[in-house]
């Protein structure tokens, strides 16, 4: 007959392992006040601790306590804006979007639109469209155009009226403004193809089609 002196023998002759006892971390606040309390307990009765030092001390630790409540709430806020973005961001998958940088992405039997930027009144406005060679393939004369977004469209022809193949092309505007001649900034429409959510901060970015990633704040329209 084995003789059991203790749950270690029992356990062991059961065939038995005993789960670790689960330790618990203390938390900044629990150990704040254990210190508080053994400082309390050994200071000097003859010189016991100032008012001023002891009501600091607490101050500090409703600071402390304070700016974790604050973190953990931004963390939470933080979380659900993204959550947020990421359901808005799921919305703008397949639609259309008037990007900035002037490349068109040309597809068979498509017609290209786009606006100009323009900063001031013109008498002469003109748009010039390069293949990816650098070659000038079209010219659209625009004429007389009041300040302000100006819409076009390209319908995928060269000077002669040949229809172009599909790829990218660089549409550039030109406008005559009193004596001088000025670049305008000019926008393609362009396919979302799906959206990058940030971390971290960062913005964020629409992947377009043929055209690859913009900051979505620089997003004009949505259509």
């Known amino acids: 007959m084995t003789t059991i002196n203790d749950n270690v023998t029992l356990y062991d002759n059961l065939g038995l392992s005993r789960t670790a006892d689960t330790q618990v971390e203390e938390s900044k ?5 254990k210190l508080l309390i053994a400082q309390l307990k050994n200071q000097d009765p003859l010189q ?4 001023g030092e002891f009501l600091s001390q607490l101050a500090q630790f409703e600071t402390a306590a304070g700016a974790a ?13 993204q959550s947020s973005s990421a359901l808005q961001a799921s919305s703008l998958v397949g639609r259309s979007v ?4 002037g490349i068109a992405q040309l597809e068979t039997g ?30 659209i004369p625009m004429g007389t155009q009041a300040s302000g977004e100006v819409d076009f469209t390209w319908d995928g022809t060269d000077q002669d009226g040949n229809s172009l193949p599909s790829g990218g092309y660089l549409v550039q505007a030109t406008a005559v403004v009193g004596s001088d001649t000025i670049a305008q900034e000019v926008l393609v429409s362009a396919k979302v193809d799906s959206v990058t959510i940030g971390q971290g901060g960062q913005g964020m970015k629409l ?7 913009v900051d979505f704040s620089s997003v004009r329209e949505i259509r």
């Not at 639109?113 to 010039?128: F, H, K, M, P, R």
């Open 48 to 51: 016991p601790q100032e008012n």
């Open 110 to 139: 498509q017609n290209v639109v786009g606006q100009v930027d323009l900063s001031a009144s013109t008498t002469n406005l003109t748009l010039e469209i390069t293949d990816a060679a650098g070659q000038l393939v079209k010219t």
């Open 29 to 33: 606040e629990d150990q704040f006040m």
């Open 69 to 81: 409540e604050l973190q953990e709430s931004f963390d939470e806020f933080s979380s659900n804006m």
């Open 207 to 213: 992947n377009l089609a043929g055209l690859g990633s």
């Open 98 to 101: 008037f990007a900035p940088g």
